[in-house]
């Protein structure tokens, strides 16, 4: 386990592929937030702090400030008293142009399926603002042959300014195109096996979109410590599909595993294919960068003749 | 070469795509065994479900692409439903016919039943009807105690006497047919005298196995193994291995695995189909509600929506590492250890079929000492006849 994600207001936007809980602001207990500092401290983990509508008070800053953490907020909750910010929540619906900017910070772009078309459109509005874009998609579960089809072209898009603004890797990322360039082996969100949540009740579960489907979900307590059951099914070797595959950037999502195919170590076709369009158009992109010139480290990033790696592994056909 | 029989194999040997009616949920019997907790009077399928599941089923050609297929009737009781049972088959020739179906070349309607409808009169049509297509196993467990201490009526009596006389009109309509016997812990003294009372009435090939629930005591290994010791002496020096098989002895158990060769799932669950009363689909009837001791049912799909592909690939790519203890993958004599997926599931510390239940280890660690000791004596035997027959040629190119 490397960091703990501390949710400190039950109000917490969804930063990731779950959707918005939209529940009323409560702080963690201001003991329980101790304990698990406290914790943290003791377990050699630093802290993702998921930071709420409600203003943190004094007492809660000076705890906070004494472990090394980041904070990953909604824009519209930024005030003076927090640095270190991974803004999250922005939609379509914002008006990007006008987005804090912050060069050093990585901004986390939500966007539902149903807005993909518009996807380049908007996020080159964002290019040049941040260090780094994280593109999460919303409903990936539902995405349609239709879908597909559009974000491989907003995908292209993309690629066509990034690989422009690229001198050399790592200047300005967006995680599903540059990722995969750098990257030589899985990458993954990791729930469950690098990270793990504590909820304001004071109960650890894999991340917080298990806290807020449903509180029953938790893997222990503060008190007496994390039970994963089950916890190799969270690494990638206990996976049969993703072990054999190269999406390296993909984020192997557990809790949408468990959503779509019941189990967290299988995904579901369309979180596959999703990942594998975004993998060969960096490898598009990749090559283009290489023709300019460039010297880019990174390894050549195979053909491939699937966009669902279970075809490879499929026992049965 | 000394003939030893072996265990018949299912018809197409796995390669024909398993579609299974649960037509009932309801049954005669309550055997103590029976992982069927959720059986009941009230769950019949309607005809107007099965016909749906029928015209999805063979509408869907590129998914259900196998060359041949098995229909399987279970229950609970499956006769108890012959007329809905005959209506569903009619239909499904019909089906196969108009649409030009390559199923309809190569199907088979396949029964398990506890026997005690076996000779009814509406029953017996339906076989005479079907016979070309039919594949019938009748449950019988062995002697009238054994058999009575698990497979009882409702009001707890044995149905042994009820089933055992139709055993003889069964073997005639299908000859060399093999029965099922269920083992657990009670029964475990009644092994041998079993299994020789199935070969007297005339059943040649035994599939018998112990149950997979965690239901095993202390000692119940020591039990099993002196049981199946005495077997092979009697099958051995009876000389009964020539024309009768008994599932407990196999020459392919007992051995290590290799993990990426041997790597392969146990069962066929998942890339078989079960469709219950109200039309919801299963990778397997054990993994509907009514098998299920303390696990949510795993619904695949229904007979409006289809079957949602999601829900079918942690089952398509599941394989025997992933879901091994460290403890299984390494064991020395892991072949031929079985598991089934839906206890797995039902017995697993999360939602999950990727945890292998492993109640049935000193099990299997007791059949496998007895099957080497089996395979050692019998291979012996072998030894010595080719000896004796090399020295017979050998003299014979002396004279």
Not at chain 1, 63 to 74: A, L, Q, R
Not at chain 1, 83 to 95: I, W
Not at chain 1, 162 to 175: A, H, M, R, S
Not at chain 1, 259 to 268: A, D, I, R, W
């Amino acid at each position: 386990m490397q960091y703990l994600i501390i949710i400190l207001d039950e109000s917490a936007n969804s930063f990731c592929y779950y959707p918005n809980p939209n529940r009323e602001a409560k702080l963690i207990n201001l003991s329980l937030l101790k304990k698990a500092i406290f914790y943290a401290q003791k377990n050699g983990l630093s802290i993702n702090f998921l930071l709420g509508k409600a203003k943190l008070p004094k007492e809660y800053l000076k705890e906070i400030d004494k472990v090394s953490h980041i904070f990953i907020m909604s824009q519209n909750h930024i005030s003076d008293d927090v640095f270190d910010v991974f803004v999250s929540d922005l939609t379509l619906d914002d008006n990007l142009s006008e987005t804090h900017s912050n060069s050093d910070s990585n901004i986390i772009l939500r966007i539902d399926k149903s807005q993909i078309a518009e996807l380049s459109s908007k996020v080159i509005a964002l290019t040049g603002k941040f260090k780094r874009i994280n593109i999460t998609i919303q409903n990936i579960d539902l995405f349609t042959q239709k879908d597909f089809d559009i974000y491989a072209q907003e995908l292209e898009k993309l690629s066509e300014v990034f690989e422009n603004k690229i001198n050399i890797i790592g200047d300005e990322e967006c995680n599903v195109l540059s990722d995969r360039i750098v990257l030589e082996k899985m990458n993954n969100c990791d729930a469950g096996v690098k990270h793990i949540t504590l909820a304001p009740n004071g109960k650890f579960y894999i991340c917080p979109a298990f806290y807020y489907e449903d509180d029953n979900n938790s893997v222990g307590d503060l008190q007496n410590g994390i039970n994963v059951k089950n916890q190799q099914l969270y690494h990638l070797s206990y996976a049969p599909i993703c072990r054999v595959c190269d999406a390296y950037q993909c984020k192997r999502c557990v809790w949408l595993n468990r959503k779509t195919t019941l189990e967290v170590n299988t995904p579901s076709h369309e979180q596959c294919v999703v990942s594998h369009l975004e993998r060969n158009t960096s490898k598009k992109m990749l090559i283009k960068i290489q023709k300019r010139g460039l010297q880019v480290q990174a390894n050549e990033i195979p053909d491939i003749d699937y966009l669902d790696p279970f075809d490879k592994v499929n026992r049965w056909k | 070469m000394t003939q030893i029989k072996e265990n018949s194999g299912s018809w197409q040997e796995g390669m024909a795509k398993s579609i299974t009616f649960i037509v009932t949920k309801d049954c005669q019997l309550a055997c103590k065994y029976c992982y069927l907790v959720g059986k009941n009077e009230k769950e019949r399928m309607p005809f107007d479900i099965a016909k749906k599941a029928i015209d999805y089923v063979l509408s869907n050609r590129e998914m259900f692409n196998e060359s041949s297929v098995i229909y399987d009737f279970i229950g609970g009781e499956p006769f108890l439903e012959i007329e809905l049972i005959d209506k569903i088959c009619d239909y499904l020739k019909e089906q196969m016919f108009i649409l030009n179906h390559p199923w309809f070349n190569s199907y088979r309607f396949n029964f398990s039943t506890n026997g005690l409808l076996y000779n009814d009169p509406q029953v017996q049509k339906y076989l005479h009807k079907n016979r070309t297509h039919l594949s019938v196993g009748i449950t019988i467990d062995g002697t009238k105690r054994k058999h009575d201490m698990n497979r009882v009526y409702k009001d707890g009596h044995g149905s042994y006497d009820d089933v055992v006389k139709n055993i003889p009109l069964w073997l005639e309509q299908f000859p060399g047919s093999g029965t099922k016997v269920t083992v657990g812990s009670a029964d475990l003294p009644y092994i041998v005298e079993s299994v020789m009372h199935l070969y007297s009435l005339g059943i040649k090939d035994v599939n018998i196995n112990v149950v997979f629930e965690d239901i095993w005591k202390y000692g119940d290994d020591v039990l099993l193994e002196d049981q199946l010791l005495q077997l092979a002496d009697i099958i051995i020096d009876k000389e009964l291995y020539k024309d009768h098989a008994c599932s407990f002895f196999s020459d392919f158990i007992g051995n290590p695995q290799d993990p990426v060769l041997d790597n392969q799932n146990w069962c066929g669950a998942g890339k078989m189909l079960s469709i219950d009363a109200e039309g919801n689909f299963y990778p397997c009837t054990r993994f509907a509600k009514y098998s299920l001791r303390s696990k949510p049912p795993i619904i695949i799909g229904n007979i409006h929506d289809g079957i949602n592909t999601n829900l079918l690939r942690p089952f398509l790519t599941l394989d025997r590492c992933t879901q091994s203890t460290r403890e299984c993958i390494e064991c020395e004599i892991a072949s031929g250890c079985a598991w089934c997926q839906g206890e797995n599931y039902d017995a697993a510390d999360t939602p999950t079929i990727f945890q292998r239940a492993t109640a049935i280890c000193k099990m299997h660690k007791a059949r496998v000492h007895a099957n080497n000791y089996y395979w050692s004596r019998l291979s012996r035997i072998m030894e010595k006849e080719e000896l004796n027959k090399l020295r017979k040629e050998s003299l014979r190119c002396n004279i």
